[in-house]
């Protein structure tokens, strides 16, 4: 059975920093495109920040901002988020598609953001900024 148990959500101020680590088990982690993705109330989900084994991608909004990295050796997924913004304030999710998922544009090839392309997902963590 393929778990992901997200942490490391919590309250900050306007600026500051959050890591937020997903770790996933019942996976071959190797494989996988893993992805960060967001709901703020009364709005839909929207991916953040995907990564494979060669490539990342980021929703404009956090380009510059967010860092999404992983460690296969303890089969996690992290996103290191930086100059944390007021609109930022959502329920983060983690995600996980069993293959390769990718979008090409103009020859190039990048982790997919697209929410259906993902088949798991974890329970969500919650950050809050505040101004």
């Known amino acids: 059975q393929t778990q992901l148990a997200e942490s490391g959500g919590g309250s900050v101020q306007a600026e500051e920093s959050l890591r937020v680590s997903c770790v996933v088990s019942?996976?071959?982690?190797?494989?996988?495109?893993m992805g960060w993705f967001r709901q703020a109330p009364g709005k839909e989900r929207e991916g953040v920040a995907s990564?494979?084994?060669?490539?990342?991608s980021y929703a404009d909004s956090v380009k510059d901002r967010f860092t999404i990295s992983k460690d296969n050796a303890k089969n996690t997924v992290y996103l290191q988020m930086n100059k944390l913004k007021p609109e930022d304030t959502a329920m983060y999710y983690c995600?996980?598609?069993?293959?390769?998922?990718?979008?090409?544009?103009?020859?190039?090839?990048?982790?997919?953001?697209?929410?259906?392309?993902?088949?798991?997902w974890g329970q969500g963590t919650q950050v809050t900024v505040s101004s």
């Open positions: 995600a996980a598609a069993n293959g390769l998922r990718t979008f090409c544009r103009g020859g190039y090839c990048s982790a997919s953001l697209k929410e259906t392309d993902f088949d798991y």
């Open positions: 019942g996976l071959t982690y190797g494989g996988t495109t």
């Open positions: 990564i494979t084994e060669s490539s990342t």
